[in-house]
């Protein structure tokens, strides 16, 4: 496109109608504004291309290097950060900054950005970030950001509302943003914020609506994938099923309200607990699994076990007052090249385990070996 461009400017320029009247063309100002309708039309079809590529990016972390990759280009900004919602319907937030290309930790210690929600919805375009603070007269809701001072805020907004958030900081060889970079940002944030809205509406299909982890369907492919991954190299992987010990009591005793606290703050210690490659997920009820990638027995056994202390210690509030200390079972099974066995056969060897943690006394973590159950009584299987 940018060849058939600079053709036609020189066809242009050629013409000998052009070059009989050139004098006249350059004090009217017609060639420079010809000029400047080719440089827009190229700056357009740059704007294109790169959008295009944000835009067929499959994952956030793509999406996000290559926009820091276009915003550096156009303007150098001191860094970029974004700020996104994972799970849309709820105000758990992820943060990743960027600075001279590579990732950083700004410090940035931000929970939630409802706060910003109605601004946003008025005036959905980038915006200084003075003018914002000032138009938005929440000052306690600004605090984290004032540390970082941003220069331009950018919203990510989509049919449920706000989804996220873009921080950049200031330029590093000029004080302020042109109104043509602020226009640029503009334009780029529309391929961008489609880009991520249809991720996090994929990923969203994916999770569970109550604990934002993953839900059983996406585990279970995952875990084939992964099982096909084991049977073609040498690494072994590991699966873990986990149970709220006694969770009937804190339905039955404090309600079903309270129950769901319970199963949401636990959810969130196995995301705090686990790595970004692991694959957690809801089973159902008061259970859950993780799958754990290249990881051998061992250290399965170290996450289970911090997963395990980490829960004993968290403190689940409801209506005022603390509940009771929640406590998990959990159940481990490792597979590589020689196992052998199908996805079903894998979680049930690993819910095996999690059988004889409750048999043991509970709040313990059990692994799956060959003789397990020789002193054991007989558990009823289930489908999977």
């Known amino acids: ?3 058939d461009s600079r053709e036609s400017e020189k066809k242009f320029i050629s013409n000998p109608k052009v070059i009989e009247n050139y004098s006249l063309l350059h004090e009217t100002g017609v060639l420079t504004f010809v000029d400047s309708l080719m440089r827009n039309i190229h700056s357009y079809k ?3 291309t790169k959008g295009l590529e944000i835009f067929n990016h499959t994952t956030t972390n793509d999406i996000m290097d290559a926009t820091v990759e276009q915003i550096s280009y156009h303007s150098l900004p001191s860094y970029v950060a974004f700020l996104w919602k994972p799970v849309q319907n709820r105000p758990d937030i992820n943060i990743r900054a960027y600075h001279n290309y590579g990732l950083v930790d700004l410090g940035l210690k931000v929970n939630n950005i409802t706060p910003f929600e109605d ?7 980038p915006v200084n970030f003075k003018a914002f603070a000032e138009k938005l007269n929440n000052d306690e809701a600004l605090i984290p950001y004032q540390e970082v001072q941003p220069e331009v805020i950018i919203p990510i907004l989509g049919p449920f509302g706000l989804y996220g958030i873009i921080l950049v900081g200031r330029k590093i060889q000029e004080s302020e943003y042109t109104e043509e970079e ?3 940002l503009q334009q780029l944030m529309s391929f961008v914020s489609q880009a991520i809205k249809n991720y996090l509406h994929y990923e969203h ?4 609506v109550k604990t934002g982890l993953y839900n059983h369907g996406f585990f279970m492919a995952r875990l084939k994938e992964e099982i096909a991954v084991t049977k073609h190299t040498s690494c072994t992987s590991s699966v873990m099923v986990i149970d709220v010990d006694k969770f ?9 309200l309270a129950g769901d606290q319970v199963l949401e703050k636990l959810a969130q210690i196995i995301r705090q607990s686990v790595r970004d490659d692991d694959i957690p997920s809801r089973f159902g009820g008061e259970e859950f699994t993780i799958m754990l990638p ?5 250290t399965a056994k170290v996450i289970a076990e911090r997963l395990r202390t980490s829960a004993a210690k968290m403190r689940v509030l409801w209506e005022g007052t603390s509940l ?3 406590t998990i079972s959990l159940g481990i099974f490792a597979f590589d090249h020689n196992s052998n066995l199908e996805a079903t056969d894998i979680l049930r060897r690993a819910d095996e385990a999690l059988y004889v943690s409750k048999n043991k006394g509970r709040n313990c973590s059990t692994v799956w070996e060959a003789g397990l159950f020789e002193n054991m009584p007989a558990m009823a299987l289930r489908n999977y």
Request: aromatic share 16%; glycine share 2%.
């Open 1 to 3: 496109m940018e060849i």
């Open 46 to 48: 740059t704007l294109l």
């Open 119 to 125: 601004f946003f919805q008025e005036f959905p375009k």
């Open 182 to 184: 602020m226009e640029f």
């Open 205 to 208: 299909s994916l999770r569970d």
């Open 248 to 256: 009937k009591d804190f339905n039955d005793i404090y309600g079903h």
């Open 294 to 298: 290249h990881t051998d027995i061992s």
């Open 324 to 326: 009771p200390r929640v």
